[in-house]
C-alpha cells in the first residue's frame, strides 16, 4: 500500500478512531486500526468488539493495500508532527509502514491485518434520522445515571424508544433516573432500543460539532450512525428496561421551586462539610417558608443554607445524595427548577418550570 493525504484530515479520523480501539489479549489487532484503501478513499476501521467504527477520507492511492497499525503510536506520531500539509503512507519489508512528511520520517511494526474482525454493516428494516445536536442532547442528558456496574446490562445503558413526535431517551440506576424528549420533525415508530452507556460516550465524542442529520438503523442485536463518510456500529443490550413510567409520581405532597444557580451554588458549598456519603439534609417548612439545606462532618464540621424558594404543601425532612442533585442540573433547560417530594420514602422529582421534557427522580439515603 501507498497513499498519499492532506495530514489534517488524517489527524482527525486516526483521533476518533483510536478512541474506539480496545485492548485484548488474545486478540492484540484490536489495539490497531485498519487502514484499506478503496478506489480514491482511505477506510479507516477501529473495533473493541463492543462498538466498531469506520471512517473514509480522500487519499490519493498509489498503490492498493491493507495494514493494521498500532492506534496509540500512529496518534501520538501524528500529533506531535509539525503543521506539514502531506503526509506519505506506505508499506515496506516485513510488512512495517513507513510514513514521512517533508520534515520527519518514521517507520512503525504493524500487525497481521488477517485477524483484524470484520465490522457488521447493518441494514434494517427500522431507519430514522435525527438531528447530530438532538441525538447528543438525548444522550448526554442521561447517560450519567446509567449503572457503572454490568451485572444487569439493561441498567448500565442508555434506553431509547419512539414516541409519535418524540424520541425518549432514559437512563437509571436504580439510585436515579433521569428521562430526556427530544421532538423530531415527523412521526417515526422504531420500537426501542437499548445502547451500552460506554457506547453512548462514545458516540457523543464522534458526533460532537456535527449539525446535520445522522441516518440510524436499528436491528435486534444492533444500531448504526451513519454521517459523511462515518460509520459506528453499536451492540445493544438483549434486555428489558424497567417500566419506568409506573415510578414516576402523577400527584405530590410537598415542592419546592428555587433558583437552578442558586441551587447549584448551595450544593457545592454543602460539599465542603458533606461526609463520606456525600449526605446532606433537606428540610422544607411551607409554613414558615424556609427550605434548609444541612451537611455535617464530624472531621470538618457543620453547615446550614437557606435558600430563597416558593414552597407549598407539607412539611418534609429527607436526606440524599448531593451528587445525585447536581448530576442534573446543568441539563435543565429553565431558570428555575421545581422539587416536588411524596415523603421519606418515595423519590424526589427535579423538572424545570420552563422545560417539560426533561424528568429526574432521585432516590431517598436510608442513613
Avoid: W
Amino acid at each position: 500500500m501507498k497513499i498519499e493525504c492532506i495530514k489534517e484530515k488524517l489527524q482527525i479520523a486516526v483521533s476518533k478512531t483510536e478512541k474506539v480501539s480496545g485492548k485484548n489479549l488474545t486478540l492484540p489487532v484490536l489495539s490497531c486500526l485498519l487502514f484499506e484503501t478503496k478506489k480514491n478513499q482511505l477506510l479507516i476501521k477501529s473495533t473493541n468488539l463492543d462498538l466498531g467504527m469506520e471512517i473514509s477520507i480522500p487519499v490519493k492511492v498509489i498503490e492498493e493495500g491493507i495494514v493494521a497499525i498500532p492506534a496509540q503510536v500512529l496518534n501520538n506520531f501524528l500529533n506531535n508532527l509539525e503543521d506539514d500539509k502531506s503526509i506519505t503512507i506506505e508499506t515496506v519489508e516485513n510488512n512495517n509502514v513507513k510514513i514521512h512528511t517533508s520534515t520527519n520520517k518514521a517507520m512503525i511494526k504493524t500487525m497481521a491485518q488477517e485477524d483484524f474482525p470484520t465490522i457488521p454493516v447493518i441494514d434494517g428494516d427500522k431507519k430514522f434520522k435525527i438531528n447530530s445536536r438532538d441525538l447528543i442532547k438525548g444522550l448526554r442528558s442521561v447517560s450519567y445515571s446509567s449503572s457503572v456496574s454490568t451485572i444487569k446490562p439493561e441498567l448500565s445503558s442508555v434506553y431509547v424508544h419512539s414516541n409519535d413526535e418524540e424520541i425518549v431517551f432514559v437512563a437509571t440506576d436504580s439510585f436515579r433516573l433521569a428521562e430526556k424528549k427530544v421532538k423530531i420533525k415527523k412521526p417515526l415508530d422504531f420500537g426501542s432500543v437499548l445502547i451500552p452507556f460506554k457506547n453512548a460516550i462514545e458516540i457523543m465524542r464522534v458526533f460532537d460539532g456535527v449539525d446535520d442529520d445522522i441516518e440510524v438503523s436499528v436491528t435486534k442485536n444492533q444500531a448504526s450512525f451513519v454521517y459523511d463518510g462515518m460509520y459506528i456500529v453499536s451492540r445493544v443490550v438483549d434486555g428489558a428496561f424497567p417500566d419506568y413510567k409506573q415510578i414516576i409520581p402523577k400527584e405530590f405532597k410537598t415542592q419546592a421551586t428555587v433558583l437552578k444557580q442558586d441551587l447549584i451554588n448551595t450544593l457545592k458549598l454543602s460539599n465542603i462539610f458533606s461526609d463520606n456519603f456525600s449526605q446532606i439534609n433537606v428540610k422544607i417548612t411551607p409554613r414558615d417558608k424556609t427550605f434548609a439545606i444541612k451537611t455535617k462532618n464530624s472531621n470538618v464540621g457543620e453547615n446550614t443554607n437557606n435558600i430563597e424558594s416558593v414552597l407549598e404543601g407539607e412539611d418534609v425532612e429527607i436526606n440524599f445524595n448531593y451528587r445525585y442533585i447536581l448530576d442534573c442540573l446543568s441539563f435543565v433547560d429553565s431558570d428555575s427548577v421545581i422539587l416536588s417530594f411524596n415523603g421519606l420514602t418515595r423519590p424526589m422529582v427535579i423538572r424545570g418550570t420552563s422545560d417539560k421534557s426533561f424528568t429526574y427522580l432521585v432516590m431517598p439515603m436510608n442513613r
